[in-house]
């Protein structure tokens, strides 16, 4: 997760689909935590603390079900390439542990998706998501110590358009190894004891599109690992807020 100075392709896939089924090969974002934060800091994907995912090599499954005529259920499953090895102190290494990631995701939308909307959201969304995989951490030395551990993930996320000009959107979270994830504070495992880092945390934002042209911003976010799985010196809390205010040039140009 440091800063890398090279191109970072996120979207580089193929895909084939009709209006209730698609099937993606790829490189894509992960399928957990789909909602964005309207920030200036867009790294990986609109970075707030409590949002999290990444993007990462897969095969996506998804359907889109109507239900009545104004629902409809939607499921995405996808099958990730977990793709950090990643340094957890000088002496203890981690890595992928052989295995792929699964994520999955219900959701039950109202609506159709507003096509004037850069993520083409619905009126209504409510969804449940998560993942299961597997890391392993190494302890260097005279004798090697080697532990597998779960990464796991619950997720809800809610995106809703109370009014015709103002949107809520909010998630909670909570798992254990979140660290390639983008979260845990980026912490995977305790390289002293090693033991796995459980986090919860979540996010929200209200949007208000004052005009055609203003749009104005606030939200909070938190990262919160559980204490006592760390070691001295880790990162026990990231929070952070923001308001800002957009103007649009053109309908592509802000």
């Not at 996506?60 to 499921?75: D, H, K, V």
């Not at 990631?101 to 909307?117: F, N």
């Not at 030395?141 to 996320?157: A, K, M, N, Q, W």
Request: with cysteine; proline share 6%; glycine share 10%.
């Amino acid at each position: 997760a440091n800063n890398i100075f090279a191109p970072l392709f996120i979207h580089v896939y193929g895909e084939a689909k009709t209006e209730r089924y698609r099937l993606m090969a790829g490189q894509a974002e992960d399928v957990t935590s789909p909602l964005y934060s309207n920030s200036v800091n867009t790294y990986p994907f609109s970075y707030l603390p409590g949002k999290f995912a990444f993007f990462r090599p897969q095969v996506r499954f998804e359907t889109y079900q109507p239900i009545g005529g104004a629902f409809t259920l939607i499921y995405k499953g996808a099958i990730a390439q977990t793709i950090q090895t990643f340094q957890v102190a000088d002496e203890v290494i981690g890595d992928q542990a052989g295995l792929p990631d699964g994520q999955s995701r219900l959701a039950l939308g109202y609506g159709k998706p507003d096509l004037r909307d850069p993520y083409k959201r619905r009126p209504f969304e409510l969804g449940v998501s998560g993942h299961i995989g597997k890391r392993q951490g190494t302890r260097l030395g005279v004798l090697l110590t080697d532990r597998r551990f779960p990464s796991c993930l619950g997720d809800i996320d809610l995106s809703f358009k109370i009014a015709p000009k103002l949107r809520f959107n909010a998630k909670f979270f909570t798992g254990s190894v979140l660290g390639d994830y983008a979260g845990g504070i980026f912490q995977t495992f305790n390289p002293v004891r090693l033991v796995a880092i459980r986090a919860t945390g979540a996010w929200a934002q209200l949007t208000y599109n004052i005009s055609s042209k203003w749009q104005a911003n606030a939200a909070y976010g938190r990262d919160d690992p559980f204490n006592r799985d760390l070691a001295l010196g880790q990162r026990t809390l990231n929070e952070a807020g923001f308001a800002n205010f957009y103007y649009r040039i053109t309908p592509r140009l802000w």
